[in-house]
């Protein structure tokens, strides 16, 4: 596995795994109608394409050998989570997927690294995340990496709202790295 940039040619990958990610783990949640309008306006192709090409989004991807997308994860700047920080310059850890087949391989480890690396190198004080609270596999999987609930949110998927939790993982600053 090789983690590397995403460029415009991996939008239509990227929106496929994210679709399927997401619809596969929360997708029984929703009316057909929620879950239709949330895909297209999150997932969408276009979307995908626009976050790559724009400024404010990179996304790391985890490929494999011939190229296969393996993973994913998709950081923001500036946060739309910061309103909930006390942080003064968080980085936002947008999405973190893994393909169904290729979890249990490293494959989420390697890109936490990779993000928190980046948020270290941005001179970020802090990286936050969502996670549905009903998650708890993914709220294990933040708190190996030093991830604390700092606040209950919400979540709109289509109309409807998902009660959420704000992660957040301090960082060292200048001489306290």
Known sequence: MQLRPATPADAPALARLGRDSFTDAFGHLYSPEDLAAFLAEVHDEAVVAAEIAGGECRHAL???GDGTL???CKLR???KLAEHSQAR???ELG???CAAPATGRGIGGALM???LREAHTGG???VLLSVYSGNTGAQRFYARYGFGKVADIHFRVGEQLDDEYLFEKRL???DDR
Do not use: E, I, K, N
């Open 62 to 64: 985890a490929v494999d």
């Open 70 to 72: 393996l993973g994913y």
């Open 89 to 91: 310059d968080p980085l």
């Open 95 to 97: 999405q973190l997927y």
């Open 172 to 174: 060292p600053q200048g």
């Open 77 to 79: 700047h500036p946060s």
């Open 113 to 115: 690294d990779w993000a």
């Open 124 to 126: 970020h004080d802090a």
